[in-house]
């Protein structure tokens, strides 16, 4: 999808995604969006009132169950078969964080403006001893219920859904995929490769799916779903994002809801310097390109290259 696959008039795209979004508050283990507009969710109402041109996808879990992304029962996780069968850290009660049960959440995302909403897993935990990895090795048809399970919570708080997925920790297996296409979806948000050197041929080789294209939409799955990276974040340099643009392709800016993640610190986390990264960032490449960046979101992408198929 190198050649032509921007709209008339458009030299490259933008597109920010924000993934791991969920009630939770700094009174719980840390603020997910719960905080609202004192939180991490005020920080990007900022941004987007200072771009209005800037669009945001958040990939949103409907009842987030995960507390921990380490291994806490060290002593089962050693007992072959037995660790398969069991999760290896503490999760919440299913129902726990549910979207009908926070529907002040629910009210303020739905009000952002230039916001859109996708689906980031069901429950974003798993057994075994990957427990931050929900989509492993389940079947076409365990992949349909949480789908469906998925779709049917953002359903009953009116949530009109982006129709894509982002999977937790960019796991996106073949039965996956094919679910996907089984359920109506459009786009998958898998590979992250902030490293790889820009070039039209680069290809993503770091988070998620490897081999897919670095910097443009691409059809997977027999041409029934469009691929959209991810290849910038606060610890790259504007050239990176130059060097996109210049090449004609998508600068796709990832970021985490949350910067400390019990002890582990997301480099991409949503705090004040890496807003004011991407404020600085933004006021640059619209003075320089204008009308010539394409401000989009993912969903917006995914129509658009399927209309252009």
């Not at 929900?134 to 349909?144: A, H, K, R, S």
């Not at 779709?151 to 129709?163: D, E, G, P, R, T």
């Not at 807003?275 to 969903?299: A, F, H, Q």
Request: charged share 25%; hydrophobic share 40%; proline share 4%.
């Amino acid at each position: 999808m190198k050649e032509k696959w921007l709209p008339e008039g458009k030299k490259a795209a933008l597109c920010f995604s924000i993934d791991d979004i969920h009630p939770a508050t700094s009174k719980d283990y840390y603020d997910a969006g719960g905080d609202l507009d004192k939180g991490v969710l005020g920080l990007l109402h900022w941004l987007l009132k200072r771009h209005p041109q800037l669009k945001v996808t958040l990939f949103v879990t409907p009842d987030w169950r995960l507390t921990n992304p380490f291994l806490t029962r060290k002593l089962l996780s050693a007992i072959p078969y037995l660790r398969d069968r069991v999760f290896l850290t503490k999760v919440l009660k299913k129902g726990t964080m549910r979207l009908d049960k926070h529907l002040e959440f629910v009210d303020y995302i739905k009000n952002l403006p230039n916001t859109e909403i996708a689906m980031h897993g069901l429950y974003h935990c798993h057994k075994g001893l990957r427990p931050n990895v929900e989509f492993q090795n389940q079947t076409t048809d365990e992949f349909l219920e949480l789908l469906q399970e998925s779709k049917k919570i953002f359903a009953n708080v009116k949530i009109n859904l982006s129709k894509g997925i982002c999977p937790p920790n960019w796991e996106a297996p073949i039965n996956l995929q094919r679910a996907m296409v089984a359920e109506g979806l459009k786009y998958l948000a898998s590979a992250r490769d902030i490293f790889t050197e820009i070039s039209r041929d680069a290809v993503a080789n770091m988070s998620g799916m490897k081999g897919v294209s670095l910097i443009y939409p691409q059809f997977i799955f027999d041409n029934q779903l469009v691929h959209i990276p991810a290849n910038f974040n606060a610890t790259r340099t504007i050239d990176r994002a130059f060097s996109i643009i210049e090449n004609n392709g998508l600068i796709s800016i990832k970021a985490h809801i949350m910067k400390n993640f019990f002890g582990h610190i997301l480099y991409d986390g949503i705090d004040e310097v890496y807003i004011n990264y991407l404020d600085t960032l933004l006021t640059v490449l619209e003075n320089k390109y204008g009308d010539e960046l394409w401000m989009t979101s993912m969903n917006e992408i995914s129509e658009y290259v399927f209309n252009k198929k």
